[in-house]
């Protein structure tokens, strides 16, 4: 398993404005994860962490409203840009460990407010 | 269309009851995970089944993995409050190709 470590934990931010989200790993992993979740739903993937190279991001995420920076095996941002109530959410990263089994482990998460 | 169906959404019990809940797909999953997340924390990784057939426990949960790998049930005996929480599961499959979420089970276990 792995130790990972979100900040920040909250936070309120006025629309407009921009907020980046630190995941902090205790071991170098490769696949790395960011992921929305509404209170009490399930979690929706925003993209893929890749280290050395520019994030995946699934459909209906765009670079330029989620940037991902990936610097090394145990660190990655996002940050969530020009925001608005709608991204008013928790975010979580995640990795991925075990061999050919894709079992994930989540950090805290971040719970955004959007006024 | 959810790729991987989950039900029920939402369970109610009293403590000493037992519950299950259910995941399904009409593709093969290569492996298959359950998780149970609590309020204001991340998803812990409860199981992962990864053969046709397999049961696995963990003190009063039980999962078992359908032989055809299409699906999956976790049953908790003797439901006590500390179980109370939102269990997912989660696949991969080759036919998807990527990892993906169910939807999500509301278990709330009241004294």
């Known amino acids: 398993s792995a130790v990972i470590s979100q900040k920040p934990s909250r936070d309120i931010c006025q629309r407009g404005t921009s907020l980046t989200i630190q995941c902090q790993v205790d071991?170098?992993?490769?696949?790395m994860f960011w992921y929305r979740q509404q209170p009490g739903q399930s979690l929706t993937l925003i993209a893929t962490a890749n280290q050395g190279s520019e994030a995946t991001y699934e459909s209906g995420f765009v670079i330029d409203k989620f940037p991902i920076s990936r610097p090394n095996l145990t660190f990655s941002t996002l940050t969530v840009s020009n925001m608005s109530p709608e991204d008013s959410s928790i975010y979580l990263c995640?990795?991925?460990?075990?061999?050919?089994?894709?079992?994930?482990?989540f950090g805290p998460g971040t719970r955004l407010t959007v006024t | 269309t959810q790729l991987l169906e989950q039900s029920p959404q939402f369970l109610s019990i009293q403590e000493g009851e037992n519950l299950t809940v259910y995941c399904n797909s009409s593709?093969?999953?290569?492996?298959l995970q359950w998780y149970r997340q609590e309020p204001g924390e991340g998803p812990v990784l409860l199981v992962t089944v990864v053969t046709g057939g397999e049961v696995k426990k963990l003190k009063r949960l039980t999962f078992q993995f359908g032989d055809a790998r299409k699906d999956s049930s976790l049953h908790i005996t003797a439901a006590q409050t500390g179980d109370t929480g939102l269990y997912l599961c989660a696949g991969f499959s080759d036919s998807w190709g990527k990892f993906q979420f169910g939807a999500g089970t509301q278990v709330v276990v009241t004294p």
């Open positions: 995640s990795v991925e460990m075990g061999q050919n089994s894709y079992e994930q482990y």
């Open positions: 593709s093969v999953f290569s492996s």
């Open positions: 071991s170098q992993v490769t696949m």
